[in-house]
């Protein structure tokens, strides 16, 4: 009797399950959590951006993603966190190559084991799956069109970055001097700082007593902003010596509202993560992850004036503080 209650309980649960499913559905399957890393070039409050782009994608994709800032910014310093994270087992790596020309060999060793994408500077030549950022001779193109509106009449102008071996330094720097030729802007060369943030305010010191006539400066990675604002500030020459400069550091925002620095074309750093995170863990998953055939992601620029930063900095705060 007992055996024929609990068949009879089984049967009716049976049915109430089949009746609640619809006509050929299937229950829902468990994405399986995947571990990923994003590798950035340097240490900057610019991929805080990033990596609450990341956080999110962690939640929204399942999966636990690595954040790796090298401290100094070196090349051998990222061979030695992918090596690491190739050892921990990671399924995929996105990283911002410092030197990808000579890293292209380290890019492929990992590209063969793990599935391996760009992101901020591109190694065209490796064999990553794809990029994620900024076209950056476009960016360069912006700049240099910002700079000749701040400086109708032309001038002496500076440019300043880390290292001109990383590809989105070499094509912002080429972009923006397409944009001025045949302007009455004179470009007067390029100063590196190997991501030091002391040389690169020196380099601007240096700069502004080597030329007294100088017109204008130019940053293009993120801390070459605040650098050129804070050396500008401290020589009293905010105003006359016009600024225009790359992305969202908190410092930089502050200069576009005081009038020190002009214009600052900025970038989309919590896309960088966000979209990173999505398409490793869709590779890790052999799912479709959607690269373009192109296998570059532009995730486009915008340019911030004392117009508009208000509203782009509000923006940005309610962006981050999500995660």
Request: aromatic fraction near 6%.
């Amino acid at each position: 009797m007992r055996r024929l209650l609990v068949a009879g309980v089984l049967a009716v649960a049976c049915i109430a399950l089949s009746s609640c499913a619809k006509p050929g559905s299937r229950a829902p399957l468990t994405r399986p959590h995947v571990k990923v890393a994003f590798v950035t070039n340097n240490v900057s409050d610019f991929w805080l951006i990033a990596k609450a782009g990341v956080r999110k994608a962690d939640e929204d994709f399942d999966a636990d993603c690595e954040f790796r800032m090298p401290a100094q910014g070196t090349a051998t310093e990222q061979k030695s966190i992918m090596e690491d994270l190739v050892v921990k087992g990671v399924s995929g790596i996105a990283i911002s190559p410092v030197d990808p020309a000579n890293q292209t060999a380290m890019l492929d060793q990992a590209a063969a084991r793990v599935n391996l994408i760009t992101h901020d500077s591109d190694a065209p030549q490796s064999k990553r799956l794809c990029y994620i950022g900024t076209n950056n001779y476009q960016a360069g193109l912006v700049a240099g069109k910002e700079l000749m509106k701040v400086l109708p009449r032309g001038g002496k102008v500076k440019v300043f970055v880390g290292t001109l071996d990383a590809e989105n330094a070499h094509d912002r720097n080429k972009g923006v001097a397409d944009a001025v030729k045949g302007s009455r802007i004179q470009i007067v060369g390029v100063l590196t700082d190997n991501t030091d943030r002391t040389k690169a305010k020196a380099n601007v010191e240096d700069t502004i007593i080597k030329y007294p006539d100088i017109a204008g400066l130019v940053g293009l990675w993120s801390y070459n902003g605040p650098a050129i604002a804070e050396a500008v500030r401290a020589a009293g020459k905010q105003g006359k010596v016009k600024i225009v400069c790359f992305d969202e550091d908190s410092s930089t925002l502050q200069a576009v509202k005081d009038g020190v620095i002009q214009a600052t074309v900025v970038q989309k750093p919590y896309e960088f993560g966000y979209q990173s995170v999505k398409i490793l863990a869709a590779l890790a998953r052999h799912e479709d992850a959607g690269i373009p055939e192109s296998k570059v992601i532009d995730t486009g620029v915008e340019v911030i004036t004392k117009g508009n930063v208000d509203a782009f900095w509000t923006k940005l705060k309610e962006e981050v503080r999500r995660k």
